[in-house]
């Protein structure tokens, strides 16, 4: 069975031009890397508070936003890095502990553009209540 000359020469043609064919790359922007950071200081009746843990999320958090943190040093300062820019709350960790502003108890809100470095978000803990009594 002999195949008519056109339909080989038309076979070959798709053969070769598929060859030759790159496929199509989707435009994309390059990944951006998250370079804004926070840092303060955590203090505990005006002295350092090292080894306190800094945390931060997303104001409004959704299901699956990541959360940063960081411990602070023995100087009591903190630095969380590699942020996305976003509205964050800021906020101390610590057993026993809590923030000495009543109006502030729940960490600081903070705002943070590509690439920024906010600074000094810094935090005075207390010692926390303490119920005693006879049940």
């Not at 931060?56 to 942020?83: C, E, H």
Request: charged share 20%.
């Amino acid at each position: 069975m002999r195949l008519p000359a056109h339909l080989i020469l038309i076979s070959a043609f798709l053969l070769c031009g598929m060859g030759f064919r790159q496929p199509a790359k989707a435009q994309t922007k390059p990944d951006k890397k998250a370079e804004a950071t926070v840092s303060g200081k955590v203090t505990v009746k005006g002295k350092p508070a090292p080894g306190i843990v800094v945390g931060m999320r997303s104001s409004q958090p959704a299901q699956f936003d990541p959360t940063f943190k960081t411990a602070t040093d023995r100087d009591g300062n903190y630095r969380i890095v590699d942020l996305p820019a976003g509205s964050y709350d800021v906020m101390p960790v610590a057993p026993a502990l809590v923030i000495s502003e009543v109006n502030n108890f729940r960490g600081q809100a903070v705002i943070v553009s590509d690439g920024e470095h906010v600074e000094g978000i810094d935090f005075e803990l207390v010692r926390g209540g303490v119920i005693t009594g006879k049940v």
